[in-house]
Nanobody, 125 residues
Framework: QVQLVESGGGLVQAGGSLRLSCAAS????????VGWFRQAPGKERELVAA????????YYGDSVKGRFIMSRDNAKTTAYLQMNSLKPEDTAIYYC??????????????????WGQGTQVTVTS
């Protein structure tokens, strides 16, 4: 099982940028796709971005497409989420997670088995 730790959250003004990191323990991380989810108060957890184990293919939710960029560095067993042009509606706790099946085939949180503790992102207007 992969252990994940997120970092990089914080308070930023609308239009600003943040870069989140998801550090993983265990070499098996390189065999897993990775997803970034977010959950705002009173809302369901949603997948905002995902990347395959090779880093070649990425997925973005419609609400972040064109503003967020996901990448990974398998040598460092770390995944990243570069968030640009942030909006107040991006405010949420952000989590990274790996799919139970290792492969990205579903946007459902139920299909992701390992989760980090989350990092808070707050965007002020």
């Amino acid at each position: 099982q992969v252990q994940l730790v997120e970092s990089g959250g914080g308070l930023v003004q609308a239009g600003g940028s943040l870069r989140l990191s998801c550090a993983a323990s265990g070499s098996t991380f390189n065999n897993y796709a990775v997803g970034w989810f977010r959950q705002a108060p009173g809302k369901e957890r949603e997948l905002v971005a995902a990347i395959t184990w090779s880093g070649i293919t990425t997925y973005y939710g419609d609400s972040v497409k064109g503003r967020f960029i996901m990448s990974r560095d398998n040598a460092k067993t770390t995944a990243y989420l570069q968030m640009n042009s942030l909006k107040p509606e991006d405010t949420a706790i952000y989590y990274c997670a790996t799919p139970t099946s290792r492969y990205f085939s579903s946007r459902s949180p139920a299909d992701f088995g390992s989760w980090g503790q989350g990092t808070q992102v707050t965007v002020t207007s």
